[in-house]
């Protein structure tokens, strides 16, 4: 698959912030899996179990690895694909969204 320039620049923007937040909600997951576990209720075996598995899937679907440079380039490479997926299947992909058209008021 070819990336544009401007794929790949939209990426290398979009990568940091989008590696930043896919942490943090694994980190807010993480959180859960021990408040979860804390509760010990006859449910909570099994909520800890369903969270911890929630994390498991989002950082594999992102491609994380501890070190963080080497994460960041994953996700970059996988907004790289999304976005030419999109330009490339869908019509409007390449058009400016509505609040990137400059109005007058």
């Known amino acids: 698959m070819r990336f544009d320039a401007e794929v790949e620049e939209e ?3 979009l990568a940091p912030a989008i590696a930043a937040a ?23 075996a099994r909520r800890a179990r369903l969270l911890k598995r929630l994390r498991s899937r989002l950082l594999n679907e992102w491609s994380w ?14 907004l790289k694909r999304q976005m030419a ?3 490339r299947w869908h019509p409007c992909a390449n058009q400016p969204l509505l609040w990137d058209v400059p109005t007058k008021l």
Not at 26 to 43: F, I, M, S, W
Not at 65 to 78: A, M
């Open 11 to 13: 990426a290398r923007k």
């Open 65 to 78: 690895v501890e070190d963080r440079g080497l994460f960041v380039d994953n996700v970059r490479f996988r």
């Open 22 to 44: 896919v942490e943090g909600r694994a980190l807010e997951l993480e959180e859960a899996v021990a408040r979860a576990r804390a509760a010990g209720d006859g449910g909570a």
């Open 85 to 87: 997926l999109a330009t």
